[in-house]
């Protein structure tokens, strides 16, 4: 079946750096890419929307200045969460739909990356 | 707007079947889902159903819809200790993709 794959699984980083957070789909291409964000014991929250060959699309409340969005290639999503502060720690979940037919087919999600700003 | 509501938690015992509610606020939604998130981990997607579908079965999951009241259940048959677990309802608006997420029921078996 189809899979998405997170890379790193869990960083930890000293306040002030930025850190880099790829998502792959393994055996599908993916046009778009989704970038959600979930705080402890809360739901997701989608943070933009990655559209290769063209810039993402932030969702309301979501500074694109500091979450940069670049969707390289047909297989190949990365976040990168610049200037990174305690209160960006938080576990980032990326999915990839699988279109069949010109709809939507079904989502697949990464198993996130563990975001730790000290 | 686009929202979707869950109960936040449900107990039961081993054994007995568990049932999960939802409601969702966006008619367009093509599909809906249900996603199993256990500690620490990713979503795993439980399964998915159709908008023009009323019910959908799984081996020991059902899921059912109610269109007109857009409500969404999931029931379990056989709860395990196993599925202990954070369970999310969600729904795609539109074909667009993208998945709008309720708050997420955790499931506690007892056993």
């Known amino acids: 079946g189809a899979v998405v794959s997170q890379h790193p699984s869990r960083v930890i980083c000293k306040s002030g750096t930025s850190v880099k957070i790829e998502c792959r789909s393994l055996?599908?291409?993916?046009?778009?890419m989704f970038w959600y964000r979930q705080f402890p014991k809360q739901s997701l929250m989608l943070m933009a929307t990655?559209?290769?060959?063209?810039?993402?699309?932030?969702e309301q409340g979501v500074e694109k200045d500091k979450f940069l969005i670049n969707h390289a290639s047909l297989t190949l999503s990365t976040l990168t969460v610049t200037s990174a502060h305690p209160e960006d720690s938080s576990f980032y979940i990326c999915?990839?739909?699988?279109?069949?037919?010109?709809?939507?087919?079904?989502?697949?999600f990464g198993p996130g990356t563990r975001l730790t700003v000290l | 707007g686009e929202d979707v509501e869950q109960s936040l938690f449900l107990s039961v015992r081993e054994g007995d079947s568990s049932v999960i509610n939802c409601t969702y606020t966006?008619?367009?939604?093509?599909?809906l889902y249900w996603y199993k998130q256990e500690p620490g981990a990713g979503l795993q997607l439980l399964t998915y159903?159709?908008?023009?579908?009323d019910m959908k079965q799984d081996q020991r999951l059902t899921v059912l819809l109610n269109k007109k009241d857009k409500h969404l259940s999931l029931r379990i048959a056989d709860t395990q200790t196993g599925d202990s677990a954070i369970y999310f309802c969600?729904?795609?608006?539109?074909?667009?993709?993208?998945?709008?997420f309720g708050q997420g029921t955790t499931l506690q078996v007892k056993p």
């Open positions: 999915s990839a739909p699988r279109l069949a037919g010109g709809f939507t087919d079904t989502q697949y």
């Open positions: 055996d599908f291409q993916a046009t778009t």
């Open positions: 990655s559209n290769e060959g063209s810039k993402a699309t932030y």
């Open positions: 966006d008619s367009s939604s093509t599909y």
């Open positions: 159903i159709f908008s023009n579908m």
């Open positions: 969600a729904e795609s608006p539109l074909t667009t993709g993208k998945l709008i």
